[in-house]
């Protein structure tokens, strides 16, 4: 795949893979595709952003080599991918809460199997890719929103830095709204 360039024609995609104590942060491979495809298909994981999908459908819709856009990671342990990251921009034609509605602030999102929560490896995956954003985006914050009633992700939001920006209502429940920069 070639590079791809950033929205901003700053930064090129995919940046080299990040490594942590335990984790690398990379672009996806073909090799990942079962686990998005369960990623997708986990209840467990579907119960704060709108319900799991079926897995046929999932199985359909997952291209051979999955998120391979800019700003999503895989996220690795032991060579196996765990979950993912995202950074998306969030601009005007998108739901939700802004910061700064005409800037195109960035979003991030995270989404880990369910064998793997509780281990830290959210925390350490998302503060590594939060420092890379900081370095190639010096001074643009990031925005993240989840449902008030996801405690875990709450917390996760707070871990790292973020603070709560405001609560709305989308997709008939409370939000939480944060910012990091």
């Known amino acids: 795949m070639s590079n791809q360039h950033d929205q901003l024609g700053a930064v090129t995609w995919p940046p080299a893979p990040i490594r942590t104590e335990r984790l690398v942060l990379r672009a996806s491979e073909a090799r990942d595709r079962p686990q998005y495809v369960e990623l997708f298909a986990s209840p467990e994981v579907g119960t704060y952003i709108g319900g799991a999908l079926p897995l046929d459908e999932v199985e359909r819709k997952v291209p051979e080599i999955p998120a391979r856009r800019f700003g999503s990671f895989a996220v690795e342990l032991d060579g196996t991918m765990i979950g993912m990251i995202t950074f998306d921009r969030k601009g005007p034609e998108r739901r939700g809460r802004y910061l700064r509605p005409d800037a195109g602030e960035a979003e991030l999102g995270y989404l880990f199997l369910p064998a793997f929560w ?11 890719a939060l420092d890379w954003f900081a370095e190639e985006h010096p001074g643009e914050p990031v925005v993240l929103s989840t449902q008030s009633a996801n405690d875990a992700s709450v917390r996760l939001a707070r871990k790292l830095g973020f603070t709560e920006h405001a609560r709305f209502e989308e997709f008939g429940v409370e939000q939480w709204f944060g910012v990091w920069d």
């Open 118 to 128: 509780g281990h830290g490896y959210a925390t350490e995956a998302c503060a590594a």
